[in-house]
């Protein structure tokens, strides 16, 4: 049964009642250029009669993506820029991302690397890259806190996870290792014994970072898989994603921040989406994301409070974008100041 199993193909969407026949077309367009996933877990959660449904807005290719505004980029937050070698960014001095491989078991519509992810894209770091990925850390002794992205890094093998978590164990320096991660609420059933396990390395302290951005995501099984790595002695922390016509509602963001509190996952990020090609109809405007974490003021509780940030594009780094640090100008932009106190534009002037 085509709606019991993964759907990596235009036509299986098709098949499973996802795409209508007069959206098949642009919906094949779309998937010739930005990778399609979606899983078991996330059909069975799909109404297919509701074209409004919010888990198909965010893993169900649209027409709308063919629509590139022109302050959008490839790499919209500078990743390129701050790699010094292979797999690593390197954009603040105590931590680094490791980004061991660019495959996902979803693909997120509004994905901020959907250039760089999928079976298309950078793939997995060769044995090679990866020993020069792993050596640059090594070297670097202001690196505290390695940060395991990509990609999933919870699409790899716990075998291969193991191998990773053993050589970053050596490293001294290196005290906090985070995983940012789909799997538990779109895979939740990988998240057995052996993948936890492998998550573990001596002397480290493990934090597992999940990316959900509707309450209806966090199934029974989302929820056990969420409890399996809690209660395996590691700390969950969150990261959602504001989207139009997904979350930008103040009572389904409530709920979403306090089902990740019910779920022992703290609140973390609320990320204002990145000015990833197209993606514009996600986007809400600056204005109006500040009004809605501003009405979570008060009405929910302080433990569901998460940072709302937004990464400045062209790799200068994350602004919480409800600070003094962001101004509104008389043009209707706005003024970002970074953490080296540097100040850009956003939106920033087309390349």
Not at 171 to 199: S, Y
């Amino acid at each position: 049964m085509t709606a019991l199993r993964g759907l990596t193909t235009v036509a299986e969407l098709a098949e499973a009642g996802l795409v209508p026949e007069a959206k098949r077309a642009d919906a094949a367009r779309v998937a010739e250029r930005y990778a399609v996933a979606v899983t078991p877990a996330l059909v069975a959660l799909i109404d297919a009669d509701d074209p409004l449904d919010p888990i198909a807005r965010q893993f169900v290719p649209d027409a709308a993506e063919l629509v590139t505004l022109p302050e959008e980029r490839a790499d919209p937050i500078g990743d390129l820029a701050h790699s010094p070698v292979e797999g690593i960014v390197h954009r603040y001095p105590d931590r680094v991302l490791l980004k061991a491989v660019h495959v996902c078991p979803v693909y997120c519509r509004f994905c901020f690397r959907r250039e760089m992810v999928g079976p298309e894209g950078l793939g997995t770091l060769s044995a090679n890259a990866l020993d020069a990925a792993v050596a640059y850390i090594a070297a670097r002794p202001e690196i505290w806190e390695v940060i395991l992205t990509g990609g999933d890094p919870l699409v790899l093998s716990p075998r291969r996870l193991q191998a990773i978590m053993e050589r970053l164990g050596a490293i001294a320096h290196v005290k906090i290792v985070r995983f940012h991660t789909r799997v538990p609420v779109v895979d939740p059933a990988r998240v057995d014994a052996a993948l936890i396990d492998a998550l573990k390395a001596s002397g480290k302290t493990t934090y597992v970072a999940l990316h959900a951005n509707h309450p209806r995501e966090f199934t029974a099984d989302a929820r056990a898989a969420i409890a399996r790595i809690v209660d395996a002695g590691m700390a969950m922390i969150s990261q959602t994603v504001l989207l139009k016509g997904v979350n930008d509602d103040a009572d389904v963001l409530a709920a979403l921040l306090r089902t990740f509190v019910e779920n022992r996952v703290k609140p973390y990020y609320l990320h204002h989406p990145d000015l990833a090609p197209g993606t514009a109809h996600f986007r809400l405007t600056l204005a109006e994301g500040r009004a809605l974490v501003e009405s979570l003021r008060g009405r929910v509780s302080g433990l569901c409070q998460p940072a709302y940030i937004l990464d400045i594009p062209g790799g200068h780094g994350k602004v919480r974008a409800d600070s003094t640090a962001v101004e509104e100008a008389d043009d209707g932009c706005f003024r970002l100041r970074d953490f080296r106190g540097d100040v850009h534009a956003y939106p920033p002037q087309a390349d």
